[in-house]
Antibody
């Protein structure tokens, strides 16, 4: 049973960089895609981006200029960096495995998810 | 990017059937996935690829997808089914491939 756990600071100052790590246990990070999703308080889910264990990435266009997702296969971890944060970036941040099927048609879904971590942007 | 539209809320009495819709342009041509999120918890996948259930999800949860509407159906609703439900698709033609609906709050009366 694959388990994901987010870690990182719960408070980040405006204009600084938010950094989170997701540790994967119970299975290898290799051969899969991995993703970050966030949820502002009381609001819906927003996809941030995903990374393949090989290092290929894809980001939400609305966040692309500020997001970097990286992977460390030796530690079975992947990470999120979001720069120049504002109060609008306050959210629960989730990591999740992204199951992608390419044939006969492209499709992808998130399973499992980490428990999530609240990051507040405030001075 | 592709837009998914869900009703903000649905109410149902225990033991009845709840239907939660997810609208999108020609959504029947896409694969739709559904997540359940209880307060303070992470989302859980309950239906994937329109109508398949992950291991451990009760048969009471089912899905369908045709035309411009996908539907999550919960039969014999229980109090424990009260949660927010989100639909999600992969839009391969977009630079924003992973899209969520706005979510539906299911209230069990």
């Amino acid at each position: 049973q694959v388990h994901l756990q987010e870690s990182g600071p719960g408070l980040v100052k405006p204009s600084e960089t938010l950094s989170l790590t997701c540790t994967v246990s119970g299975g290898s990070i290799s051969s899969y895609y991995w993703s970050w999703i966030r949820q502002p308080p009381g609001k819906g889910l927003e996809w941030i981006g995903y990374i393949h264990y090989s290092g290929n990435t894809n980001y939400n266009p609305s966040l692309k200029s500020r997001v970097t997702i990286s992977v460390d296969t030796s530690k079975n971890q992947f990470s999120l960096k979001l720069s120049s944060v504002t109060a609008a970036d306050t959210a629960v941040y989730y990591c999740a495995r992204l199951d992608i099927v390419l044939l006969p048609s492209e499709k992808g879904w998130f399973d499992p998810w980490g428990q999530g971590t609240l990051v507040t942007v405030s001075s | 990017s592709y837009v998914l539209t869900q009703p903000p809320s649905v109410s149902v009495a225990p033991g009845q059937t709840a239907s939660i819709t997810c609208g999108g342009n020609n959504i029947g041509s896409k694969s739709v996935h559904w997540y359940q999120q209880k307060p303070g918890q992470a989302p859980v996948l309950v239906v994937y690829d329109d109508s398949d259930r992950p291991s451990g999800i009760p048969e009471r949860f089912s899905g369908s997808n045709s035309g411009n509407t996908a539907t999550l159906t919960i039969s014999r609703v229980e109090a424990g089914d009260e949660a927010d439900y989100y639909c999600q698709v992969w839009d391969s033609s977009s630079d924003h491939p992973l899209v969520f609906g706005g979510g539906t709050k299911l209230t069990v009366l």
